[in-house]
């Protein structure tokens, strides 16, 4: 089995919190995948097994001026949550595409 695979497909549900920006706000979003139809939920299912497992993107070089900060929840079934810590300028495809399908579900805290 290669590494990651099979281990993660207990995913059960996704989160985000969002903070910083000009407006320094905090917003949170939380999907449970069984809410989901099936192909967002399988999609969604998809970018958190890649979330966890590739390697995390270099910070960036510059400060990003009133970037977002983000963390990821991932939930699995019978395993602790895990956490991931991002901000703008130092985002994997994965995570930026992630926070993208969670981004419309943010609300205020």
Do not use: F, K, N, W
């Not at 590494?3 to 919190?17: F, I, K, N, P, R």
């Not at 097994?49 to 009133?66: I, M």
């Amino acid at each position: 089995m290669a590494h990651g695979e099979g281990a993660l497909s207990d995913v059960v549900a996704v989160g985000l919190v969002q903070s910083g920006g000009i407006a320094g706000r905090e917003l949170a979003a939380s999907l449970r995948l069984a809410d989901l139809p099936p192909a967002d939920a399988d999609h969604a299912r998809g970018l958190a097994e890649r979330v966890l497992t590739e390697p995390q993107a270099a910070p960036p070089r510059t400060p990003v001026y009133d970037g977002l900060e983000y963390e990821l929840t991932i939930s699995r079934q019978g395993a602790p949550d895990r956490r991931i810590q991002a901000r703008d300028g130092a985002l994997t495809p994965a995570q930026r595409e992630l926070i993208g399908v969670l981004r419309p579900h943010l609300h205020p805290e």
